[in-house]
Structure formats: C-alpha cells, structure tokens
T-cell receptor, first 117, second 116 residues
Framework: AQKITQTQPGMFVQEKEAVTLDCTYD???????LFWYKQPSSGEMIFLIY??????QNATEGRYSLNFQKARKSANLVISASQLGDSAMYFC??????????????FGPGTRLSVLP | NAGVMQNPRHLVRRRGQEARLRCSPM?????VYWYRQLPEEGLKFMVY????????ESGMPKERFSAEFPKEGPSILRIQQVVRGDSAAYFC??????????????FGPGTRLTVL
C-alpha cells in the first residue's frame, strides 16, 4: 500500500488565486512528521512547510499553509495568491517514528502545478 | 553556510562503466541520505548513512550499488557496470544529529546520471 498518495498528477490555477494540493498518508505510528517540497524545472528540492503529528495548529509559512486533518490522514498544501514562479512539481513526504530518529522520508508521486497568467 | 553540495551535476556514462556520485553534507550535519528519482516520479529512498556507518540500506538494489560516508571527505554513491535503467536523478540530503522527529532534511541539487 502507498504510504503517501497525491491524487492530482497535474493542477492548473490562475495567477493570484489560491490552490489546494492534496496529500493523504498511511501510518500506524502515532508520531510522524509531514513535509512539503517544491521542485522547479531546475530540479532542486526546496523545503516549504512541516507539520508534526502532535501539533495542535495547522502549520503556516508565508503564502503556504497546511490543512492538517489527522483523523482523515490528510495534509493538504494550500498556496494563496499564486504566482507564476509557483509553477513546479510539489511533493508531499512523511517521516515516521519518534523512536526511529533519522529515518528516511517517504515521498508521494508529486503534483505538477501550472500557474496561468 | 554552504548548503549540501553534490558533484558532478551531470554525469554521462556508457553501459558497463562505473558511476561515482559525491555528496558533501551541510556543515555540522552527520547524517546523509541518498534518494533516486526516475523521470516523472517521486524520490525513492536508497540509503541512510552516518560517518563510517550504514544505518539503513533497505532501498539499495542488491547488486552493483554501494555507498559510503568515510570519516573524512564526502559521501560516495557508487554504481558499477551501469545499465540504461540507472539513468535518473540522484539526490543527497543531510540532517544534523537527530534529536527530534521533525528534523528537516536539506537536499542537494542532485546529480543527473545518463547512461548511453
């Protein structure tokens, strides 16, 4: 079974509008971390935002916010006021386990976001 | 403070040759991870190393692939007798000594391997 699911292979959004990128995850570990990364066409991986499983509030970083619904095991990324430079691949990732510090990340397949002028 | 360095950025090899990819973690980081990204796919974990130790190599192919992180110098991912299916982007990430479960991994720019 896939640990991280991103059901939207591609998304379009008009410049200046908000967009939500979906991510659902699967884990039985009570302690885990959820991350979003952006990969522009140049190829580098850029960290965007983090949400811990015990965090009471949804994470926010500038125009990025994470809609964390723990019971539904979803961690959707919301980008407000989209800009042309937001066009990129977006990956959701999870790290499991408070006992397994340093464990690797599991990545989803990604969503390609295209911002239209 | 320089980020994670990877070299070369692009590597072309013919089938049967060896590919050697290097990764220098961020200063102060003692944990290194290698990931592989096939075209149009997400990153797949390969191996996690600390200095002179392989901690988790569950994502490494059983043959032809090896990794090391010596006491001095960069981490090396070595692919022997490369085949066309090895063509991919290989990313290295590093993190500080992990004391909490929300430690971010910092990614390098990747090495794009093309096997002819």
């Amino acid at each position: 079974a896939q640990k991280i699911t991103q059901t939207q292979p591609g998304m379009f959004v008009q410049e200046k509008e908000a967009v939500t990128l979906d991510c659902t995850y699967d884990t039985s570990d009570p302690s885990y971390g959820l991350f979003w990364y952006k990969q522009p066409s140049s190829g580098e991986m850029i960290f965007l935002i983090y949400q811990g499983s015990y965090d009471q509030q949804n994470a926010t970083e500038g125009r990025y916010s994470l809609n964390f619904q723990k019971a539904r095991k979803s961690a959707n990324l919301v980008i407000s006021a989209s800009q042309l430079g937001d066009s990129a691949m977006y990956f959701c990732a999870m790290r499991e386990g408070s006992r397994n510090y340093g464990q690797n990340f599991v990545f989803g397949p990604g969503t390609r976001l295209s911002v239209l002028p | 403070n320089a980020g994670v360095m990877q070299n070369p950025r692009h590597l072309v090899r013919r089938r049967g040759q060896e590919a050697r990819l290097r990764c220098s973690p961020m200063k102060g980081h003692s944990h290194v991870y290698w990931y592989r990204q096939l075209p149009e796919e997400g990153l797949k974990f390969m191996v996690y190393l600390q200095k002179e130790n392989i901690i988790d190599e569950s994502g490494m192919p059983k043959e032809r692939f090896s990794a090391e992180f010596p006491k001095e110098g960069p981490s090396i991912l070595r692919i022997q007798q490369v085949v066309r299916g090895d063509s991919a982007a290989y990313f290295c990430a590093s993190s500080p000594p992990v004391t909490r479960d929300n430690n971010e991994q910092f990614f390098g720019p990747g090495t794009r391997l093309t096997v002819l």
